[in-house]
């Protein structure tokens, strides 16, 4: 009676799975770290390259071999992926996401009269350019069944955790003048966020550490940018010819 009623349990989380809405990826802005600095530049931001892995491992069926304490997942690209642990897909582009996230950084700043998202390197009245490199998004979770096979999950209805997820984001970015192609400011960003799940806690907060981990990179960048602009004086990132002193 006990298996039988597991395996219909976990049909049924499965069925959920599938039909549910794909998550999307949803950034919001981080402190404003700017000191009272505004250069009247105008600056494009690129979309970044995309450097990541191609791996793609859904084992999650292991949790069947009696024993065996879970099933792993591992996706380099998890906006490819169409099996998670709560979600069936996530909307995320990382090179534009990422890109326009650190745009509305720049923005909220106000370190310079004008930044916007463009796919040309080439634009009209340029001073500098934000180039960036993404070397990891990736995501791995296991479902946790506590080496019971298919009965495993009835114990996620005593409160014990259903699932373990880890997201991790690396990625460069740097900021260069038009004029020459000089390099003045460059940011890397490299964190893990993890999280335990259960039915009746963060079910489906498997992609949030996406979004957090990208904000804080930035926030930490910003305050960088501020400390080179201090420290460079701010005709060093002037684009010689294109700025009227």
């Known amino acids: 009676m006990h298996k039988k009623i597991a395996v219909l349990f976990v049909m049924f989380v499965l069925f959920l799975s ?20 505004k250069l009247p530049l105008k600056v494009a931001v690129l979309p970044f390259d ?15 071999i009696p024993l065996m ?5 591992e996706y380099d690209r998890p906006e490819t992926a169409s099996m998670f642990m709560t979600h069936p897909g996530y909307n995320f582009r990382p090179s534009e996401d990422i890109a326009k996230a650190a745009v509305a950084e720049l923005k909220q ?10 796919n040309r390197e080439k634009e009209p009245g340029i001073d500098l350019i ?10 791995k979770g296991k479902m946790i069944t506590y080496g019971l096979s298919i009965e495993g999950p ?13 997201n991790s984001v690396e990625f460069s970015m740097e900021l260069k003048r038009t004029s020459d192609g000089m390099i003045m400011w460059k ?59």
């Open 187 to 245: 940011h890397d960003v490299k964190k893990e966020w993890s999280k335990t799940c259960g039915l009746y806690y963060d079910w489906s907060a498997e992609f949030d550490g996406y979004p957090l981990i990208i904000r804080d990179g930035l926030v930490e960048g910003m305050k960088d940018l501020s400390k080179e602009i201090a420290e460079k004086g701010p005709e060093a990132f002037r684009s010689v010819g294109l700025v009227k002193k």
């Open 154 to 166: 009835l114990l996620w209805f005593i409160g014990l955790p259903a699932s373990y997820v880890n």
């Open 109 to 118: 700043n106000r370190f310079f009269d004008e930044v916007f998202f463009s």
């Open 130 to 139: 934000m180039t960036g490199e993404i070397h990891e998004t990736s995501y």
């Open 18 to 37: 599938g039909c549910a809405s794909r998550a999307a990826f949803n950034y919001k802005t981080g402190d404003i770290v700017n000191a009272n600095i």
């Open 50 to 64: 995309d450097k990541r892995g191609e791996n793609s491992t859904n084992a999650v069926l292991l949790y069947l």
């Open 69 to 73: 304490p879970f099933g792993p997942i």
